[in-house]
């Protein structure tokens, strides 16, 4: 490819303009991202793709449709454009289809701000393997650990630009580096695993390799002759690296589709206590070095720090635009967009209060119950919020861990189990979603 995403974009809309469209927004993407995994000591698999990828919504009345392609020849997108148009004139009006007005558009937004490229260079392949092999190793030379099952390193690029009819242009750019081990304890049905990784912005943030395996061998021994928990009424302490799930569930409840369609067991909850008082949910949509960091969602409206719950009570919706429109209530600058769909309502970064005792303290606190640190499927009723997940982790007796468990269910109800939140104070500041450790009380649990 040699136009930028930028060129690509506004060459899109040329296109849309000139095949009839009343309206349109393009989305061009060019990225590159490099992969190594290793095995035994030895490179096991190595991929690179340079991508190039373009996405249309065209608007004929208040009918729209959407159409893709990783081919960026000029031919290419007046086709895209065509057929994207017919398509629109045959599809159902929707009143809520449209651009943002131009004096809603974002302008002047600070992007060094946001701090998410890497200034260095691309690493070496060579390099991206030794990180692997470092962690690998490490891992291995933990005691109990019977099998490494994957070490890997990777990098990313990737560069996206947004432009409208209405006037609208802006992209920005994102890098990632990430590195990640599995470990195996034990054989047979005796057989236990875990994982560590990191994954971060910029390269000199990222954990050191022999650290990365280290943790993952740590946790994987931990979790050797793993066995049911009893079954009863318990609290439960879910770790941080899957607490961040509970947060997810909220905001899929006051997520503006699901609000349209009925489909939430938050409907009607505006304005109500949700979580415990003293407890806040904030959205960061601008937080330096953040991966889900954004000076502009995807269809060209700022961004801004926003409370989505504020001292345990519920502020407002995820909306976009259309979604805004439905529930007669201005977008909060969440839109989302693939390339071959339209904008739907999804959260950048958020943070949720920390509370002062640590992980340690909690597990000290809750006598006797389960510590989860993996969740295996998921069984939630948008409707009713009710709650069911395959759970592993530790069983905890008179505040202290006892042993490692595993094939439980953990059950619930979301409201209840969100009201009871009591935080810790884990949470790793870098991830896009930061939750700590959270204890809820009463939960059932099916183990033996």
């Excluded at 002047?108 to 200034?119: E, H, K, P, Q, S």
């Amino acid at each position: 490819m040699t136009d930028s995403p930028e060129t690509l974009a506004h060459a899109l809309l040329d296109a849309a303009r000139a095949a009839g469209a009343d309206a349109a927004d393009a989305i061009a993407v060019a990225g590159t991202s490099l992969s190594i995994g290793v095995l035994n000591g030895a490179l096991e698999q190595a991929e690179r793709a340079d991508e190039a990828e373009i996405g249309l919504r065209v608007m004929v009345g208040q009918r729209q449709a959407c159409v893709s392609a990783s081919d960026t020849r000029p031919e290419t997108m007046r086709e895209m454009a065509d057929r994207a148009v017919a398509m629109a004139r045959v599809a159902p009006e929707d009143p809520t289809t449209g651009l943002a007005d131009p004096s809603q558009l974002a302008t002047g937004w600070d992007i060094a701000a946001l701090d998410m490229v890497d200034a260095g260079p691309e690493p070496d392949p060579a390099a991206l393997q030794d990180a692997a092999l470092r962690a690998e190793a490490a891992a291995r030379a933990v005691e109990g650990i019977s099998l490494v099952q994957s070490a890997s390193a990777g990098y990313g690029r990737q560069t996206r630009h947004l432009a409208a009819t209405n006037g609208f242009s802006g992209g920005y750019a994102r890098t990632d580096h990430g590195l990640s081990c599995v470990a195996i304890t034990g054989e047979g049905t005796g057989m236990e695993r875990d994982y560590y990784g990191d994954m971060r912005l910029h390269r000199a943030d990222l954990l050191p390799p022999e650290e990365i395996g280290r943790r993952a061998a740590e946790r994987t021994v931990a979790r050797k002759g793993a066995r049911q928990p009893r079954t009863g009424a318990y609290p439960v302490l879910f770790d941080e690296r899957i607490a961040a799930s509970l947060v997810g569930h909220l905001l899929q409840a006051v997520n503006g589709g699901a609000i349209a369609r009925g489909a939430s067991w938050l409907r009607g909850a505006m304005g109500q206590q949700v979580l415990p008082t003293g407890l806040s949910l904030t959205e960061q949509p601008l937080r330096p070095r953040a991966a889900g960091s954004r000076p502009f969602d995807a269809e060209g409206l700022p961004t801004a720090e926003r409370a989505i719950v504020a001292d345990g009570v519920l502020q407002g919706w995820v909306l976009d635009l259309a979604t805004g429109r439905k529930l007669g209530l201005e977008s909060t600058a969440n839109a989302s967009r693939s390339l071959s769909a339209p904008p739907s309502p999804s959260v950048s970064n958020v943070a949720l209060t920390q509370g002062e005792a640590s992980r340690a303290d909690l597990i000290a606190g809750m006598g006797t119950g389960l510590l989860v640190t993996g969740l295996i499927g998921s069984s939630v009723n948008p409707n009713t919020g009710d709650y069911s997940r395959g759970a592993s982790g530790f069983w905890v007796e008179n505040g202290a861990i006892a042993y490692p468990v595993n094939e439980c269910t953990i059950a619930g109800n979301l409201r209840d189990m969100l009201a009871s939140l009591v935080p810790a104070n884990d949470a790793r500041p870098h991830l896009s979603r930061v939750v700590p450790s959270l204890l809820v009380e009463g939960l059932t649990l099916a183990g033996s």
